[in-house]
């Protein structure tokens, strides 16, 4: 999907809140003729002759015919979202109703909106950059404090002027370098290496690390992936179910119930966590249940965390130690989770605290302890890296092009090391400072384009 020129001339209708029954719905309009096509279905005040940011009660009638009664918001361009002529009808929030005046728009001479088309006019013009604008889709999807966080610093433009600023320094160099070039064979140096060297190298720093926070940043858009792994019937998939307060997996007193492993998301102090449930660890016969076997110990080592749970009351512990030291050697994070207290005696319970003091006792099945248990993962997954006020890169095509502005900024300076010509160094400067365009938009594509605001939904 691309946007001819004059596609963008349109004005555009679509629902801004979303489908189905609610209180009130907004209608959303954006274009030069915004105003104009809903004064010819709206009974009321004239809408074009009143001021920018006011409301206005009347009807939208279909010839005679009484559709509804509304309010009417005027934003007159440039002072809107989309920098042109907007309005906002809230109606009833009627799905019938909703459909009836969208297509009395259409009928008007709007046309309805394709994904993400507002937030993509606002960006042409010059509302905010890309990264911006793609915030605002991470905004929206965004359903735990810190996933807003990230999500609303880059919207409100932190990332980017951290970006436009590594930029604009190697501007600066580029321009010299150009210079130099202009006056070709005669022997100038507008650009000293050494100084062009030390800036690359603080450019690369910078970009270093903005890419090694996107971990953190995937974590927090999808989750701090922990699996629950253990042998069969330790009561994983009790836990699962409990932390979820619903019942999302099988339960059985059969040993092998969960073969594929299930996940869910679970918000902890306001960081969510993706749970993953997997096939209880031991030598099976069953192929099914062997591949969920390996699958378990595929997903244990792209974890960020593992819940190793026990059965404490039928279990050979010198297997379970077995399966502690290979956690050991893998270097994940780890709990030690025994479970069933319920079952066993007092007694028994606390001599197994004093023996394994790391170890956090629960009933999965009774729901006891699992606020210890909550609170011990948050202090597991280090909390402060989160909160921190750094710029963090949520969205994996910010990411690929620091990767690729990383490799031609080495590209420099090896370039400078090797002493290449004037035109090839300016190649690679101009490389570089092309992908840093890339994630804030000076440098885009119509394909480029197309392909971010289709992500969006439409309306927004
Ligand atoms: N008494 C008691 N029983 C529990 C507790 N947690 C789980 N169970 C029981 O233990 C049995 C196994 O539970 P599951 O949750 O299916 O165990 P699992 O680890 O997922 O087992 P697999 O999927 O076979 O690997 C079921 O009968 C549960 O009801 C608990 O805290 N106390
Ligand atoms: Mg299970």
């Known amino acids: 999907m691309s946007f001819s020129l004059h596609e963008k001339e349109d004005t555009i209708v679509a629902l801004a809140t979303p489908q189905g029954v609610g209180a009130i719905a907004v209608i959303r309009l954006s274009g030069k003729d915004a105003i104009k096509i809903t004064n010819r279905i709206f009974k009321g005040k004239d809408l074009e002759k009143q001021a920018s940011h006011t409301i206005h009660f009347g009807t939208i009638r279909d010839e005679e015919k009484i559709i509804d009664e509304v309010l009417v918001s005027i934003f007159v361009a440039p002072k809107s979202f989309t920098k042109e002529n907007v309005v906002e009808i809230s109606t009833h929030g009627s799905s019938y109703i909703v459909n009836q005046v969208i297509k009395l728009f259409v009928s008007h001479g709007a046309r309805p909106a394709k994904p993400g088309e507002f937030t993509q006019r606002a960006f042409l013009h010059g509302q905010f950059d890309l990264a911006q604008a793609e915030a605002v889709a ?9 996933s807003h ?37 005669e022997d ?6 050494n100084d062009l060297k030390v800036l690359v190298e603080k450019l690369l720093r910078a970009v270093e690390l903005l890419i090694s926070s996107f971990d953190l940043g995937n974590v927090i858009k999808n989750g701090v992936p922990t699996v629950i792994a253990g042998k069969p019937n330790a009561g994983k998939s009790t836990l699962l179910n409990a932390l979820l307060n619903e019942e999302k997996a099988i339960v059985s007193e059969i040993a092998g ?101 790391d170890t956090i006792f629960i009933s999965a099945g009774q729901k006891e302890n699992l606020e210890v248990l909550k609170s011990r993962i948050l202090e597991l997954v280090n909390l402060d890296k989160f909160r921190t006020g750094n710029t963090i890169v949520i969205n994996i095509r910010h990411y690929d092009s620091l ?10 300076l090896e370039g400078l090391d090797r002493q290449i010509t004037n035109d090839f160094l300016a190649m690679d400067i101009r490389r570089s400072l092309h992908y840093l365009g890339e994630i804030t938009g000076e440098i885009t594509t119509d394909d480029l384009l197309a392909n971010i605001f289709s992500k969006f939904c439409i309306g927004k």
């Open 138 to 146: 991470d905004l929206i999807h965004s359903d735990s404090e810190t």
């Open 257 to 357: 119930t969960t073969r594929d492993f299930i996940e869910d998301e679970i918000n902890i102090g306001g960081v969510i966590f993706r749970f993953i449930d997997t096939a209880g660890l031991r030598e099976t016969t069953d192929i099914i249940e062997a591949i969920g076997v390996s699958r378990t110990q595929e997903k244990m080592k792209t974890a960020s965390l593992i819940l190793y749970l026990f059965d404490l009351t039928d279990t050979d512990m010198v297997e379970i130690n077995r399966d502690i030291n290979r956690l050991e050697n893998q270097g994940v994070p780890f709990i030690k989770v025994a479970n069933k207290i319920d079952k066993a005696s007092p007694d028994f319970v606390r001599e197994l605290k004093a023996k394994y003091p």
């Open 149 to 185: 966080q990230a999500a609303m610093n880059q919207m409100r433009g932190g990332f980017s002027s951290e970006i436009q600023k590594l930029r604009n320094e190697l501007i600066h160099f580029a321009s010299m370098i150009e210079l130099e070039l202009d006056f070709g064979e």
């Open 403 to 412: 990767v690729k502005t990383r490799q031609s900024l080495l590209d420099v």
């Open 188 to 193: 100038v140096e507008f650009a000293n290496r």
